[in-house]
């Protein structure tokens, strides 16, 4: 049965994360996780912004992830916890993200779910979960 979704072909949420600075939280996001600058929008100081990863394709490897950066003044409010799926290494990369002066709240630990999973603090204070699947779950 074809649902309504199908049918339509919604995919690929893209959440927007409140900033103080657009320009420099997306440079977090290019620093500490590898993403790619997909563009900054308005004059300096700039209102909105998007980073993006992954691509399909041969060169890919799954469906992209795209955050938006949207400029707020403070105090911002969190909107919960941003989970990304990391496909292997997340130790490599909580190593790559100490270097970076990323804030780690929780370092790479194995959840009962199968996954492990760690926890940064992003700019704007929003809260990233980054899961990998372990093996033989």
Known sequence: MDTLAKHHQIHGAQPVLSVPDVAAAADWFVRVLGFELDFLYGEAPHVHGRVKAGRQGAEGWGEPIYIHLSLEAEPIRSCGETRLHVGHDIDGLHAHALAQGAQVLHPPTDKPWGLREMTLQ????????????????
């Open 122 to 137: 992003a700019p704007g204070g929003h809260v990233l979960v980054l899961g990998a699947e372990l093996p033989g779950a």
